[in-house]
């Protein structure tokens, strides 16, 4: 079964808009690490955030991790057209890596 | 520094035919790995390899075959391919926990 759930599925925003994506998980990890596919392409690490650690800033990259609440959120500010892409979270209890369904990003120019 | 490269970036087979993806990297990473991605499945985990030499299976192995050539390369083997093999195949590499992966070979089986 899978280790990250991503929600929404899809996310469709104006350019200039904020865009937030959560990801929920099952277990217990050690970090949480979300990727950016840009269609057709691999992925691409984006950020990290280990389980001790609540936020993380990365540019235009705000990311969020509640443990209590087996969660984080991706929010990417002031969206471009080129952010347009599908998004995953990656949770590594400690010996697999598990990665979400993603959420598909569109921004609209 | 080319990162992770796969060959070939398209393949169609038909159903029982054989193939090997190949998969390098040149960033002298250990851990290498092959994962497939089906439309709202995400990434699942097929084979790994975390030294030069060894290898284990991941989620879904079956039907899979793999080879740690060396350092740098990774490949992995459908003895006889079925239309449920049809994906796109991802090989990464990773070091402190990142992965960083390949374009993808994107495979159908009729």
């Known amino acids: 079964s899978q280790q990250g759930e991503e929600d929404p599925q899809a996310l469709s925003i104006q350019e200039g808009e904020n865009a937030t994506m959560n990801c929920s998980y099952k277990?217990?990890?050690?970090?949480l690490q979300w990727y950016r596919q840009n269609s057709g392409r691999g992925l691409v690490h984006l950020i990290l955030i280990r389980s001790n650690e609540r936020e993380k800033h990365s540019g235009r990259l705000r990311v969020t991790l509640d443990t209590s609440k087996k969660s984080s959120s991706l929010l990417i500010t002031a969206s471009r057209a080129a952010d347009t892409a599908s998004y995953f979270c990656a949770t590594w209890p400690g010996n697999q890596f598990y990665f979400g369904t993603g959420t598909s990003l569109t921004v609209i120019p | 520094n080319a990162g992770v490269t796969q060959t070939p970036k398209f393949q169609v087979l038909k159903t029982g035919q054989s193939m090997t993806l190949q998969c390098a990297q040149d960033m002298n990473h250990n851990s290498m790995y092959w994962y497939r991605q089906d439309p709202g499945m995400g990434l699942r985990l097929i084979y790994y390899s975390a030294s030069e030499g060894t290898t284990d299976k991941g989620e879904v192995p079956n039907g899979y075959n793999v080879s740690r050539l060396n350092k740098r390369e990774f490949s992995l083997r459908l003895e006889s391919a079925a239309p449920s093999q049809t994906s796109v195949y991802f090989c990464?590499?990773?070091?402190?926990?990142?992965?960083?992966f390949g374009p993808g070979t994107r495979l159908t089986v009729t």
């Open positions: 990464a590499s990773s070091e402190q926990g990142l992965r960083y």
């Open positions: 277990t217990s990890i050690n970090n």
